[in-house]
């Protein structure tokens, strides 16, 4: 599983919040991969996540120790994350609405 293998790659580097560039900037609620605009069929959502509204854009997140990292939607504006997917941030973006 791809999300697993992240995992394995990013947990030595706890205390980040990595992209994994998946977003629901399109339609709320409706997240998609920036890459190719597929549906997600996998997901790793931590408990109370995803918890939308202008939070649209994915991120491997890690709470604390032991914690792990799973799922979070965050506000696409947060600097200081670092992108898994290269593909995510200099795509011109078309926004149809929220
Ligand atoms: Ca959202
Ligand atoms: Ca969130």
């Not at 205390?15 to 997901?43: A, K, N, P, Q």
């Amino acid at each position: 599983m791809e999300n697993d293998y992240l995992k394995d790659h990013v947990t030595f580097m706890k205390g980040y919040t990595w992209w994994i560039g998946l977003t629901d900037e399109l339609v709320e609620g409706h997240f998609m991969w920036r890459d190719d605009d597929s549906i997600v069929t996998y997901s790793d959502w931590d408990n109370d996540q995803p918890n939308g509204g202008p939070e649209d854009c994915v991120g491997f997140y890690n709470k604390g120790e032991g914690n792990g990292f799973r799922w979070h939607d965050l506000d696409c504006g947060n600097r200081g994350f670092y992108p898994i997917c290269e593909s995510s941030q200099t795509e011109p973006e078309v926004i149809v609405g929220k």
